[in-house]
C-alpha cells in the first residue's frame, strides 16, 4: 500500500514470549506518531513442529519430561514468564495449557488472513492457549474460535478438513529460516530491520521511528 510501511511478525501461538512482545509492541505502536500508516503481517512459525498433542498433561508436565527437568523447576520456569506476563496484563495458566501442535493453528491463522481477519485470531489464539487451556490442534476448538473473529464456520471447518493453508504455513517458516530467524517472536520493519525477541515497548518504539524515518 502506499505510503505505509509493512511491519512482519513470525510468531507461534504456543509461544509465551510472542503473546508478552504482541503486547509490548502494541504498546509501542499506540504512541507512535504515525500508528495509522502501519501495516501489520503475521507470519507462521513452529517452535516444535514434531510435537505430538497430548491432553494427558499439562505443558508443566511435558517440558520437565521432555528436558530432564523436575516438576518443581518446571513450574519455577512457568511461574516466572507467568509473572512477566502478568505485568503485560495477561493471565497465563500453564497447569492448564495443553500440550498441541500448533500446525492448523496456524493453517487457521492462514484462512483468516484471507478474511482481514489476521490480528483477530492471532489474539484469539494466544488468549485460548495460555489463558484458558483450550486444545489448540483440536477443530472444533479452532472452529469456534474462529467463528468468535467472525469467520464462516462451514468455511472454517472445510479448511481444516481438507488440509488447506498448509503451503502457506510452510512458505512462512521456510522465509524465516531464510531470513535467519532462529526464534520467534521476531519482527521485521520495512523488510530492513530485524528485532528478535519480547523487547521492551522503547526499543519497539525506537525502531519503529528509525525505520519510518527512512
Known amino acids: 500500500m502506499i505510503n505505509k510501511m509493512q511491519i512482519e511478525i513470525w510468531s507461534d501461538v504456543m509461544c ?5 512482545g504482541k503486547r509490548r509492541f502494541e504498546k509501542a505502536l499506540a504512541q507512535f506518531e504515525h500508528k495509522d500508516k502501519i501495516e501489520i503481517e503475521w507470519k507462521s512459525f513452529q517452535l516444535n513442529p514434531s510435537m505430538k498433542t497430548d491432553t494427558s498433561k499439562s505443558i508443566n508436565q511435558y517440558l520437565a519430561e521432555i528436558k530432564g527437568w523436575t516438576l518443581d523447576y518446571s513450574r519455577q520456569m512457568h511461574d516466572q514468564v507467568t509473572q512477566l506476563a502478568k505485568a503485560e496484563g495477561l493471565n497465563y495458566d500453564f497447569d492448564k495449557a ?47 474460535l474462529g467463528v468468535d473473529v467472525g469467520l464462516n464456520k462451514e468455511e472454517i471447518k472445510k479448511v481444516l ?52 524515518g527512512e
Open 98 to 144: 495443553v500440550v498441541a501442535n500448533s500446525f492448523d493453528a496456524h493453517r487457521l491463522m492462514q484462512f483468516a488472513k484471507t478474511n482481514g481477519r489476521g490480528h483477530e485470531i492471532e489474539e484469539r489464539l494466544f488468549k485460548a492457549y495460555f489463558e484458558e487451556g483450550k486444545n489448540i490442534a483440536d477443530h472444533n476448538t479452532l472452529t469456534e
Open 16 to 20: 509465551p514470549w510472542c503473546y508478552i
Open 161 to 212: 478438513a481438507e488440509g488447506a493453508f498448509a503451503d502457506e504455513v510452510k512458505k512462512d517458516v521456510h522465509e524465516a529460516n531464510a531470513i535467519g530467524c532462529t526464534g520467534v517472536p521476531f519482527f521485521v520493519l520495512n523488510r530492513k530491520y530485524g528485532i528478535s525477541g519480547a523487547q521492551e515497548p522503547e526499543t519497539f518504539l525506537k525502531a519503529l521511528e528509525k525505520a519510518f
